[in-house]
């Protein structure tokens, strides 16, 4: 599961460093869709990262604009000239509706970095693709499962009553607030496609509690395996917004003077009369995450500041934990011997 995970962010990172936001502000109608082309924005949307969810199942037309491969063809429903063919809600002509399918592409994006997710719903790409490519920017906080029938399967197992019209973000916040601390986005999106996907004619909500630790093997491959971060300019970005933004709230509660950026590598520290804190800013989608990753970081730097004020450590994240890792936070607090929490911020309008 953990190859899974690594071989997952691999295909996220090309993506994100082929179509950064700069290139979709700047991307023509034939980067964005052609025929025989396999590096325009739709191709990899729908093809290269496959693997991270699959958007197969209706024609060209759910990308909002698309270039026939017969010219000759005019597909009722739509908008057509001499080679391209687009859906009426975007325009009379192609020019227009190119530039409204990507500033809808653009709005998503910048909603899905701020976890404004409930202002997909109302956009007008079809369903799937505005959530492929909403998971594809927000950092790895929505589980990649774009099929409405796998969702609703999955919101009615976490007790949701789903009608028509139950929103697509209602249910992923829903899942995410379920997701284990101990997996991965990508573990989990394949226990619940596992479980939920496959139409065996099985009833799939047994009322059971879900499976989601493995047996132990005494086996393991030892082979040189080719791994790659999953740092993304996104997640680059994201810890210096979460970090602005903190500093800011801490200048407020604390006053200016006393609110420090980067000192020996610290995000930033707030000294006081008698203490100090420290706050190490992560930009992973999950507290839990943030926590594994900045926790031994954080007790370096204090393990190393002479200054004998009390310490105090945060690690800071974007989103508030769920109930899953409300316990293992509480579980971490408990083991130290020193004050630790971990604060969110919020990065929303």
Known sequence: MENNTELSREILNEFLERWDIETI?????????????????????????RALGSIKGINSSKFGIYKRSDPNANPKNLINDNLYSWQRYYGENRKEAFENVK???????????????????????????????????SNERLIPIFKKAVLHKIAEYYGLNVTRKTKTSEIQNLIIANKPS????????????????????????????????????????????????STS?????????????????????????NV??????????????????????????????????????????????DDDRTKLLFIAGQYPPNQDEIDYLNFVKKKLKIYFDYVSVELKD
């Open 260 to 305: 420090i950026l980067e000192e020996n590598y610290v995000d930033i520290k707030v000294k006081l009369e008698n203490e100090i804190h420290f706050y190490e800013v992560k930009s992973s989608a999950f507290a839990s995450d943030c926590i594994r990753e900045g926790l031994g970081q954080i007790m370096s730097y204090v393990q190393k500041d």
């Open 103 to 137: 500033a809808e592409i653009l709005k998503i994006i910048e909603y899905s970095e701020k976890g404004d997710f409930e202002k997909i719903d109302d956009l007008h790409l079809t369903l799937f693709v505005k959530w492929k490519i909403a998971y594809l920017y």
């Open 25 to 49: 502000k700047s991307m023509k109608i034939e980067q964005y869709v052609s025929v025989g082309n396999k590096d325009t924005f739709c191709q990899w949307l729908e093809t290269k990262t």
């Open 233 to 257: 300019y996104i997640a680059e970005q994201k810890h210096n917004k979460i970090q602005e933004i903190l500093q800011k709230q801490l200048e407020q509660k604390y006053g200016k003077d």
């Open 182 to 229: 101990h997996l991965s986005i990508y573990q989990f999106a394949d226990f619940l496609y596992e479980k939920f996907g496959r139409d065996n004619g099985k009833t799939t909500n047994t009322g059971k509690k879900r499976k989601t630790n493995r047996k132990g093997t005494k086996l393991r491959s030892s082979s040189k395996q080719k791994r790659r971060g």
